[in-house]
Nanobody
């Protein structure tokens, strides 16, 4: 599975961006897709995840109510709608996918087998 992340950019605090993760080589059916981010000098951290088949979603606490992860079955893509962005959200965002993962491991980057190239999100005035 090859993943392509897109949609990053520069936005002012309080603004919005929509990231997209597209898969090639196969569909996302049966996979869990996650978004992670890594800021300079910091470890990569989980942002949100979705189980493709069930549509179950999971978020880190700091983005709940601001970010929404969703899937488009027809386009075979996973999106991350980010609203009320804060400077602390500045990072390179990566999408990742794994065929089988238990819920308790969904937020662990080492659980994922496939990774996209990352897209930069900068929140600054």
């Amino acid at each position: 599975v090859q993943l392509q992340a897109s949609g990053g950019g520069l936005v002012q605090p309080g603004g919005s961006l929509r990231l997209s993760c597209a898969a090639s080589g196969r569909t996302f059916s049966g996979y869990t897709v996650g978004w992670f981010r890594q800021a300079p000098g910091k470890e990569r951290e989980f942002v949100a995840g979705i189980r493709w088949s069930a549509g179950f979603t999971y978020y880190r606490d700091s983005v709940k109510g601001r970010f929404t992860i969703s899937r488009d079955v027809a386009k075979n893509t996973v999106s991350l709608q980010m609203n009320s962005l804060e400077p602390e959200d500045t990072a390179v965002y990566y999408c990742a996918a794994v065929a089988n993962v238990i819920l308790s491991s969904m937020s662990r980057s080492e659980s994922y087998d496939y990774w996209g190239q990352g897209t930069q999100v900068t929140v600054s005035s």
